[in-house]
């Protein structure tokens, strides 16, 4: 045994037990960071970061402090932090939301501003400031009391209030309105990878790689180069029920995977990127250990066989 391999047994124990420490909130997180950033994918960018970032803030804690609230704060954060990168034309800041918290005049709370929240599609949210947003998901999404989302958002109840209202008004104005999203056209590398897949062509499938491939198995592990990355498919090739699909998920073209033929729904979903040829997979991301990544998600099958 290596010097360093005690320090790494711990680290890696450490992790594990704070990851069984959050399972139950990482779906609840996921909810929130997808419709905070209108997609399920950067969603879960923001979850991992939320955790990388909220693990090893706890090493320099004298105390663990209530983990729902704490990790929602640093998924906030986050989240805003993504939009602002992007979109710099959501601009009403939560200053803004308090300035103008007299002009409330009552909380419309119902169980159909409740439902039209749940339904609607994970862009429609990103059309909303940032006050808005958060207090909607926290409220009708998530069943947060006023008072929860009030301190996790750092606004007095009425601010909170005057925020919900309005997110509410703009989010049912987006579903009378808005158009949904068509389809991306299928490529020929996510057709080719698919057929090779089910027809458990392991070498045709390995071909396909770039020399310096990446694979990324979201919250488990990364591996980079053909070498590493061919065992992924080991695991794969030793059950038959195992099937892809070509599809969309919130509008964007990834490969649908499918434990039993049956089902109608799949139980997650794979990104693919290609080299700038478009001939070789350069990145592979499986989202297989993230179970609640399609629970909300916009779910398109191109062809499935």
Known sequence: MTESEP???TLYEGKRRFLALVADIRPDLHRYCARMTGSTVDGEDIVQDTLAR??????????VPELRPWL??????????????????MSESLDRVIETASDLGGDPESALAREQATRAALSRFVELPPAQRSTVILKDVLGHSLAELSELLGLSEPAAKAALHRGRERLRELGESGSITAPP??????????ALFNARDWDGV???LAEDVRLD???RARRRGMREVSTYFSNY???SDWHLARGSVDGKEVVLAYRDRDNVRPQYFIE???DDEGQRVARIRDFRYVPYILADAAVTVSARP
């Open 7 to 9: 320090l790494v047994s």
């Open 54 to 63: 909220a693990y090893y803030a706890l090493s320099e804690m004298d105390s």
């Open 72 to 89: 929602f704060r640093i998924a906030h954060n986050r989240a805003l932090d993504h939009r602002r990168r992007y979109e710099h034309r």
């Open 185 to 194: 056209e299928p490529s020929l590398g996510v057709a080719r990878y698919v």
């Open 206 to 208: 390995r071909a396909l």
């Open 217 to 219: 198995l979201v919250s």
């Open 237 to 239: 090739s030793k059950y």
């Open 272 to 274: 693919l990127g290609f």
